[in-house]
């Protein structure tokens, strides 16, 4: 056994004899008084030996150079010099692997590293305590957001990824090779959200990967992104709507609360709006023009139009509802009395967008004339369409980066800090 416990779990045991386990972070020699740093993913345990108490061999093993893997056995006793409060006296020091080339990442962060080079060597910028508190606040948006729809009765599902056409128009596809057909990475798991409704399933869930081949060179785009879907049976847009509000303001309560350790390593102070402020796309370019800005109704909202309206409302959290037709995906609700303006929806956190979602179309025949508007070929959702014509109860749904959510909660610049191993128009490796 290399542990008997965390290191996390080792600050709590006073008086007791322990074992642990992790990587050399810092060392310091001061002639008779030695001590050492050890890191594991809980945290930091202070190493202290004396020369005339420790052995000769737990003395030289105080000087191991950093990153050195170790596992220490000793007592934790009480300190009022150690950051944590307490420190471990070590009996004996074992090497469980040595450091054998230059590392070209300062974990202790002395010495800061390009993010390209962080990316490249994702393994070793791992252990830096802000990379691991990123990464331990996403785990816990991905399992509250899991918690949150099994309590609202949903059921979680897992699509596929390799489709047979395209789930939305307008984004370019990955094609792939699948035996003697043309074949895509899924750009969205829409349709086969809408499908399980159809089918009886009347709340759904799933956190995926998506793909979409465009060659984006921004902070907030990937190639390769996480959703996170809910859709809802015999819903409308509204509903949709207070679900994701729910669904959201829970995830983010939750990292408040049970990540408030990683949320400090990145000094950062999680604000939670007690409700999300909605307005309609209309409302907010009338607010634009109002302010001098030249933007025509009908434009996709740019990021530049986005922090623009941050400023306009005061506040940088909000629902966008009711888009233009003309700019919203195919199976996109049009309004009833305006088919001009669609029943679709964004959520817009701390000025980005990381939520999207519409009430969809229902009726077989309107989704044909809506797929032959955006120039698309009814035939190739032939096996969607007929779907429709089997009896489809009305119903919406949404998505959520989780990338990006991740990206905003943790106050980060660019997303592919958030993202163990991104993948963008040039980065396929590691």
């Not at 709507?241 to 350790?261: F, H, S």
């Amino acid at each position: 056994m290399y542990k008997t416990c965390s290191i996390a779990q080792a600050r709590k045991l006073v008086g007791k004899e322990v074992k642990v386990a992790g990587w050399v972070h810092e060392t310091r020699n001061l002639g008779k008084l030695r001590f050492l740093q050890l890191r594991d993913q809980t945290g930091i345990i202070q190493l202290t030996a004396k020369a005339q108490r420790e052995s000769d061999e737990v003395l030289a093993a105080m000087d191991l150079p950093k990153e050195t893997v170790i596992c220490a056995e000793g007592k934790v006793v009480e300190s009022s010099i150690a950051e944590a409060g307490c420190e471990l006296i070590p009996s004996k020091i074992t090497v469980l692997n040595q450091v054998k080339s230059k590392l070209p990442i300062d974990v202790t962060e002395h010495v800061p590293a390009e993010l390209d080079v962080r990316l490249d060597y994702r393994y070793i910028d791992l252990r830096r305590p802000k990379t691991r508190a990123i990464f331990a606040i996403r785990s816990r948006l991905a399992q509250a957001f899991r918690e949150k729809c099994q309590l609202m009765g949903a059921i979680e599902l897992h699509p596929p990824t390799i489709v047979g056409a395209a789930t939305e128009g307008g984004a370019e596809l990955f094609r792939v090779e699948y035996f003697e057909k043309e074949a895509f990475l899924v750009q969205s798991p829409q349709l086969y959200k809408q499908l399980a409704i159809i089918g009886g399933l009347d709340k759904v869930y799933m956190t995926v990967p998506v793909f979409r081949a465009e060659k984006h060179n921004t902070m907030t785009h990937l190639n390769e992104a996480y959703q996170m879907d809910m859709e809802i049976g015999f819903a409308d847009a509204k509903d949709a709507v207070d679900a994701l509000e729910e669904v959201v303001l829970y995830v983010l309560a939750k990292v408040k609360k049970e990540c408030e350790e990683e949320l400090k390593i990145l000094q950062r102070e999680l604000k939670i709006p007690s409700s999300i402020p909605r307005h309609t796309y209309s409302f907010l370019v009338e607010k634009l023009q109002s302010e001098g800005i030249e933007f025509r109704w009908g434009e996709d909202f740019s990021r530049a139009i986005e922090e623009k309206i941050s400023e306009i409302l005061g506040y940088s959290t909000y629902f966008i509802l009711e888009w233009p037709s003309d700019i919203r995906p195919f199976y996109s609700m049009p309004d009833k009395t305006n088919p001009k303006i669609c029943h679709a929806y964004d959520l817009n956190y701390e000025g980005l967008e990381i939520s999207s979602g519409a009430q969809r179309v229902h009726d077989a025949e309107m989704l044909v004339e809506q797929l032959r508007k955006r120039g698309l070929k009814p035939a190739d959702f032939e096996f969607y369409i007929n779907a429709f014509r089997s009896g489809a109860p009305p119903h919406a749904g949404w998505s959520i980066g989780l990338d990006r959510l991740t990206m905003k909660v943790c106050g980060l610049h660019n997303i592919r800090e958030a993202v163990l191993f991104p993948r963008d128009r040039v980065r396929i490796r590691p």
